[in-house]
């Protein structure tokens, strides 16, 4: 069963726009929640994190929400620009796990229309 | 900037050969890993390294074998290749494991066997 879900494969919005991406997830223990961006021919890259004692954490154009209750953590970009067009992997981590061990899901990908 | 090395962009294997897939980190990070990524699968550990000479099986590690020499370098090994191990490999490292830091990946290694 898998415990990270990105329900949205693709995702397409004009430039300047919101971008959301979502997540969800079944594992209570989950305390600790990052996105990667990964852009063809290149391995992901860290974006931003949040941990489960916040509900939100903002960098820039970024911000994640994490809904403990409901599960869900979404990824706000706005305005959107064509250059965030990538592929985007919400992981999970619990406890004192090692963070190569997190849970990540299938990954959105994301286009920026100019 | 931490760079993470994968010696090889494609690779292209017959059935039943060994391969080597070798990685480079050059941080002095402790931690190194392995995942594959599959569609619809998102990224699933097969087999890290806390230590030189230290491993530790992930979610998917048959048919998989690892070994770490030394610190910067992290090979995965398969030891006779099949075609169901056709996928993108991508090496990662962080300096301590520590669940809220931040994996660094390499650029990833598309493997074809037939």
């Known amino acids: 069963d898998q415990q990270v879900k990105q329900n949205s494969p693709s995702l397409s919005v004009q430039e300047g726009r919101i971008s959301i991406l979502n997540c969800d997830y079944t594992?209570?223990?989950?305390?600790?929640f990052l996105w990667y961006k990964k852009y063809p021919a290149e391995g992901p890259t860290f974006l931003i994190s949040?941990?489960?004692?916040?509900d939100k954490n903002e960098d820039g154009r970024f911000t994640v929400f994490l809904n403990k209750s409901a599960k869900h953590l979404s990824l706000h970009i706005v305005p959107s620009q064509p250059g965030d067009s990538a592929v985007y992997f919400c992981?999970?981590?619990?406890?004192?796990?090692?963070?190569?061990?997190?849970?990540f899901g299938d990954g959105t990908t994301l286009t920026v229309k100019p | 900037d931490v760079k993470v090395t994968q010696s090889s962009r494609y690779l292209v294997k017959r059935t039943g050969e060994k391969v080597f897939l070798e990685c480079v980190q050059d941080?002095?990070?402790?931690?190194m890993f392995w995942y594959r990524q599959d569609p619809g699968l998102g990224l699933r550990l097969i087999y890290f390294?806390?230590?030189?000479?230290?491993?530790e099986k992930g979610d998917i590690p048959e048919g998989y074998s690892v070994s770490r020499e030394k610190k910067e370098r992290f090979s995965l090994i398969l030891e006779s290749a099949s075609t169901n191990q056709t996928s993108m490999y991508l090496c990662?490292?962080?300096?301590?494991?520590?669940?809220?830091?931040?994996?660094?990946f390499g650029s990833g290694t598309q493997l074809s066997v037939l």
């Open positions: 949040i941990s489960s004692i916040k």
């Open positions: 594992n209570s223990m989950f305390d600790y």
């Open positions: 941080m002095d990070h402790e931690n």
């Open positions: 390294s806390y230590d030189v000479k230290m491993k």
């Open positions: 990662a490292s962080t300096f301590s494991g520590a669940t809220n830091e931040k994996l660094f």
């Open positions: 992981a999970a981590s619990a406890g004192n796990t090692n963070a190569g061990k997190s849970t």
